[in-house]
């Protein structure tokens, strides 16, 4: 069962996804949930933006939207950041315990 709080569903219909980055991974993919987060891995060092940008490309990959759908509202320097996705997939579940099967967790 996945942990409230990591995904918030606004009024204007975007969602917010609370992250964990975790950079420098052997592979790219999304763990667990842990401390009200979700842990997304990410190869690519921290330096230049790079793990900012792989992350939100894993991400789109995962959700099935584009890339410029989403953006990093809040920890762009830091391991933990806001996400938001502007116009979700219709099909996009919008509940946290929904959207962590959907990708697998």
């Known amino acids: 069962m996945a942990e409230d709080g990591w995904l918030q ?5 975007s969602i917010m996804l609370r992250v964990r980055v975790i950079p420098r991974s052997r592979q790219a993919g999304f763990g667990p949930v842990r401390a009200g987060r979700l842990v997304a891995r990410i190869t690519r060092p921290p330096v230049d933006g790079k793990a900012n940008q792989e992350l939100l490309k894993t991400l789109a990959s995962a959700l099935g939207c584009k890339r410029a759908e989403l953006s990093i509202v809040q920890g762009v320097t830091t391991r933990d950041k806001t996400v938001r ?4 997939p219709a099909d996009l579940p919008t509940t946290a315990d929904a959207l962590a099967r959907y990708l697998g967790l």
């Open 85 to 88: 996705v502007v116009t979700p």
């Open 9 to 13: 569903a606004e009024t204007d219909g």
